[in-house]
């Protein structure tokens, strides 16, 4: 598709995006604020995996006995120091989803033990958490955490207030999809710790979107979507079991081990032999991590710390100038958002149609701005969300701000008209 911008077709009010934006690949006829659906890869980490692509078709058999094994180890090296963990902590994957199977899948429970999550969480975190409980006679838990909410001890309180001498595990968002909250994570770590249960992170919204140390996060285990915040290719992710955990996990899938032992006798992690070889696949997404990493250190003066202080502070005022443009009440304090931000809407008017709500619908179709809205927590209460990175601007969530707006006053348009003809009255 040619984009419209090439043709010089872009309505006046158009908004600009941030001079970053040369740094993406991204359509520029697109406004593009959705970065934590499926996130978008830089152009120079996209030609280095590229290049490591090439380098592979160009003779797979030396590249998989020679190559891959070393570069498995630089790319899971740079990760580690990274996010603050032990290398042979650490198994590499495509996504978050594969980290909470083998983690859930693994434990052992006994017919009344509870599984704890939030209604906060992924669905396929709650269809996940069923199936192991049908599967052994457990039953989960759900705490309700509110949103709005006035504070992060509201979060805790409304965790711990479900917790019981059967909670034997538990699934929390350290930052989540569905609100855009930043769970104080260690604080309901360390409190369920202290209960002797053990917790698993769903992180797919935090490295990138935020630091982070997993050492003293102190979690059991963490899981998370690269693709998303740290801007890497799709398909690259990572799983993290604390070294006390480690052994207690089961691969899903039974493989041998993709690793030789290097000339220079370097041996490998029990994860890597256990996990990593699943098959013949493409390595060079996960291969390009040492350069994700790269760009996320150098995009800005000060490294990745400037990145996040930037972007959160751009999504703290967006979020001020929307709601206040909306009329719509700030849902939570400031320092509770990363670069997420998500309001409640006045209820839906039109149900979802295939998974899509109107409102979405209409602002991709007549405006090309990409948002997330969906009913939470069930129609027609719903929610909208945008997000914030390095390529956007102020500029575009005020123009986005005037498009709900101009969105909204039609539904209510609309709604009139049919309550008018429910009733029997021409208009």
Not at 145 to 171: D, G, M, N, W
Not at 209 to 238: E, N
Not at 323 to 331: A, Q, R, V, Y
């Amino acid at each position: 598709m040619t984009a419209l911008d090439d043709l010089g077709l872009l309505p006046e009010d158009f908004p600009q995006p941030s001079p970053f934006m040369s740094e993406w690949p991204l359509r520029r006829d697109v406004v593009h604020l959705d970065h934590g659906s499926s996130g978008a890869c830089p152009t120079k980490v996209l030609e280095h995996q590229n290049a490591l692509r090439w380098d592979l078709d160009r003779g797979s058999p030396e590249f998989f006995l020679s190559r891959w094994s070393p570069r498995h180890r630089a790319a899971k090296e740079a990760l580690a120091r990274f996010v603050h963990a032990d290398y042979d902590e650490l198994l590499l994957t495509p996504g978050s989803t594969l980290g909470l199977n083998i983690v859930t899948q693994s434990q052992q429970f006994q017919p009344g033990d509870e599984l704890l999550t939030t209604n906060h969480a992924y669905s396929s975190v709650t269809m996940l958490l069923r199936h192991v409980a049908h599967r052994d006679g457990a039953k989960v838990v759900i705490a309700k955490v509110p949103f709005p909410v006035a504070s992060s001890e509201e979060i805790v309180e409304s965790i711990l207030a479900c917790v019981t001498e059967r909670t034997k595990f538990a699934i929390i968002d350290h930052i989540v999809s569905r609100s855009g909250l930043v769970f104080p994570i260690k604080r309901i770590v360390q409190e369920l710790a202290d209960r002797g249960i053990d917790t698993l992170v769903d992180g797919a919204h935090g490295p990138g979107q935020v630091q982070v140390d997993l050492h003293d996060i102190g979690a059991a285990y963490y899981t998370t979507s690269c693709h998303k915040w740290m801007c890497a290719p799709r398909g690259v992710g990572f799983m993290y079991a604390r070294q006390d955990r480690v052994r207690r996990l089961k691969p899903l899938i039974i493989a041998r081990s993709g690793h030789w032992r290097d000339s220079d006798g370097a041996a490998y992690s029990w994860l890597e032999h256990t996990f990593e070889w699943n098959g013949c696949h493409d390595p060079s997404g996960v291969h390009s991590m040492p350069k994700i990493i790269e760009f996320l250190e150098t995009a800005l003066p000060g490294g990745h710390a400037a990145m996040v202080k930037r972007n959160h502070e751009l999504a703290v005022e967006a979020r001020r100038k929307v709601l206040e443009i909306l009329g719509i009440d700030i849902p939570c304090p400031d320092d509770m958002i990363a670069n997420m931000v998500v309001f409640p809407l006045p209820d839906s008017v039109l149900p979802e149609t295939q998974g899509i709500l109107p409102l979405c619908k209409t602002l991709w179709e007549n405006d090309r701005a990409e948002i997330q809205c969906y009913h939470w927590p069930t129609y027609p209460k719903r929610i909208f969300r945008f997000s914030v990175q390095l390529h956007n601007s102020m500029e575009q969530y005020i123009w986005l701000a005037g498009k709900i707006k101009a969105a909204l006053d039609e539904e209510t348009r609309i709604a009139k008209t049919r309550t008018v003809e429910v009733n029997g009255t021409t208009t």
